[in-house]
């Protein structure tokens, strides 16, 4: 079923593109890959091919500079094949749209679009480390000017993609007494030394692969910071405020493929001589789980859409980022539950789409801290 009635022609052949590779190239090699834990770059490769790497850059890059609202059509569509894959193919071109953001040098904004759009490059971004997650203005990572170079020692960790990646986007400290007021971002290529650790043994999203990212006096150009000193921290917040809403569309994605799963089931599962999907309690349960994936997509669509227009999202963007992802954790544990036992065992899907769907409400932000800026904003805003 196409969920995106409103989707204009572009819009749909873009899906339509899509989904021909993805049902081709990557479903029937799904499970193997979730086993192995790979990201299978033959099918990046084939979605580059197709035109279908970074769309999200501008036209004046040489991109498409596809709007948001679009990019969380294809996310979802993409994220119903492997929510996992998903997430890793779209997430570097998301990441590079930082620098044509907030970079000030026209120069290294040309740069990373060449990188992504001609070099097929994979990008990485580095904020969180060991001992700073939710709280990563804590970070320990630092950054020293010596001439006309930046010295960077730290290790950041659970950093998506990086053991393939080209490029890192790294948060460093450049005054260690001003808080976040002293984290900027610096732009890293592999090649200046960056150190990759083991890669992380994950419970789900294993096409997408994570690991710890080394930094011990690693020396970069200065100009390779990106915009001003001491703003590193405002662009990735600003950045994390639209991201959320492309990555929780491949968890939506994958509660989707769920919910189209355990209807099939429930009409061909018979038991006391009947469907089970003929019991208004399961068919209810169903619906109930079609309607809140429904209500998450509009809400989606919503934030994108004011992403868009350029209207501030500070409620909107943490507000939307848990509804989806608890949407997404309820529907698939739901849609698991009317498989039965079937549900359970590996050989079924729904044991991955259950590992799969249970880190949205983790990264780019925990629910609990998007929870905190919600009240934050209420308490504030309310007399
Ligand atoms: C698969 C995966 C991919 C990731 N990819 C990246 C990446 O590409 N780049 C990157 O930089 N990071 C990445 N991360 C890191 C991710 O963003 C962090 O794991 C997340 O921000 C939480 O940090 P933490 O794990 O240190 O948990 P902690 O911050 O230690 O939190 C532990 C628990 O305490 C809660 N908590 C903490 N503080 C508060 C508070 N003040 N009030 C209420 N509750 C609180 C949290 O919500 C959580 O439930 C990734 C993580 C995973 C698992």
């Given at each position: 079923?196409?969920n995106?009635k409103?989707?204009?022609?572009?819009q749909?052949?873009?899906?339509d593109l899509?989904?021909?590779?993805a049902?081709?190239?990557?479903?029937?090699?799904v499970?193997e890959?979730d086993?192995k834990?790979?990201f299978?770059?033959d099918?990046?490769?084939?979605?580059?091919?197709?035109?279908l790497?970074?769309?999200?850059i501008p036209?004046?890059?040489?991109?498409l500079g596809?709007?948001?609202?679009?990019?969380?059509?294809?996310?979802e569509?993409?994220?119903?094949?492997?929510?996992?894959?998903?997430?890793?193919?779209?997430?570097?071109?998301?990441?590079?749209d930082i620098?044509?953001r907030?970079?000030k040098?026209?120069?290294?904004k040309?740069?990373?679009?060449?990188?992504?759009?001609?070099?097929?490059a994979l990008?990485?971004?580095c904020?969180?480390?060991?001992?700073a997650?939710s709280?990563?203005?804590?970070?320990?990572?630092?950054?020293v000017?010596?001439?006309?170079?930046?010295?960077?020692?730290?290790?950041k960790?659970?950093?998506?993609?990086a053991?393939?990646?080209?490029?890192?986007?790294?948060l460093?400290?450049t005054?260690?007494d001003?808080?976040?007021?002293?984290?900027?971002?610096?732009?890293?290529e592999?090649s200046?030394?960056v150190q990759?650790?083991?890669?992380?043994?994950?419970?789900?999203i294993?096409?997408?692969s994570?690991?710890?990212?080394?930094?011990?006096?690693v020396?970069?150009?200065a100009?390779?910071?990106v915009?001003d000193?001491?703003?590193?921290?405002?662009?990735?917040?600003?950045?994390?405020?639209?991201v959320?809403?492309?990555?929780?569309?491949?968890g939506?994605?994958?509660a989707?493929?769920?919910?189209?799963?355990?209807?099939?089931?429930?009409k061909?599962?018979?038991?006391?001589?009947?469907?089970?999907?003929?019991?208004?309690?399961?068919g209810?349960?169903?619906?109930?789980?079609h309607i809140?994936?429904?209500a998450?997509?509009s809400?989606?669509?919503?934030?994108?859409?004011?992403?868009?227009?350029?209207?501030p999202m500070?409620?909107?963007?943490?507000s939307?980022?848990v509804?989806?992802?608890?949407t997404?954790?309820?529907?698939?544990?739901e849609a698991?539950?009317?498989?039965?036992?079937y549900?359970?065992?590996r050989?079924?899907?729904m044991?991955?789409?259950?590992?799969?769907?249970?880190?949205?409400?983790i990264f780019e932000?925990?629910?609990e801290?998007?929870k905190?800026?919600?009240?934050g904003?209420l308490?504030?805003?309310?007399?």
């Open positions: 079923m196409n995106y409103l989707a204009t022609p572009l749909k052949d873009y899906i899509f989904k021909q590779i049902e081709k190239e990557l479903a029937p090699r499970a890959l086993v834990g790979e299978p770059m099918v990046f490769n084939k979605m580059c091919d197709a035109g790497y970074g769309l999200n036209e004046a890059y040489g991109g596809v709007d948001l609202k679009t990019q969380v059509m294809l996310h569509e993409l994220g119903r094949v492997d929510a996992g894959f998903s997430f890793a193919f779209f997430i570097n071109a998301d990441n590079a620098v044509i907030f970079a040098d026209e120069e290294q040309k740069y990373i679009a060449k990188k992504i759009l001609q070099d097929r990008c990485s971004v904020i969180t480390e060991p001992n997650g709280d990563a203005a804590g970070m320990t990572t630092t950054a000017r010596d001439g006309d170079e930046y010295v960077l020692n730290g290790t960790s659970f950093i998506s993609g053991p393939l990646a080209d490029i890192f986007l790294v460093a400290k005054d260690k001003k808080g976040a007021k002293g984290i900027s971002l610096f732009l890293v592999k200046d030394g990759i650790g083991k890669e992380e043994e994950k419970m789900g294993r096409l997408s994570t690991s710890e990212v080394i930094l011990q006096d020396r970069i150009p100009s390779r910071l915009g000193e001491g703003k590193g921290f405002v662009y990735i917040m600003q950045y994390l405020e639209r959320r809403f492309t990555t929780m569309a491949c939506l994605g994958a989707q493929n769920a919910l189209d799963l355990a209807v099939k089931y429930a061909e599962r018979v038991q006391f001589g009947k469907p089970i999907i003929k019991n208004q309690a399961l209810f349960k169903l619906a109930d789980i809140k994936i429904a998450a997509r809400m989606l669509l919503y934030a994108a859409a004011m992403a868009d227009e350029g209207i500070e409620d909107i963007s943490p939307t980022k509804f989806v992802s608890e997404t954790v309820w529907a698939v544990n698991l539950q009317i498989f039965g036992g549900g359970y065992m050989e079924y899907p044991e991955k789409l259950y590992r799969d769907a249970r880190i949205f409400p932000g925990t629910n801290i998007q905190l800026v919600v009240s904003i308490e504030k805003n309310t007399n």
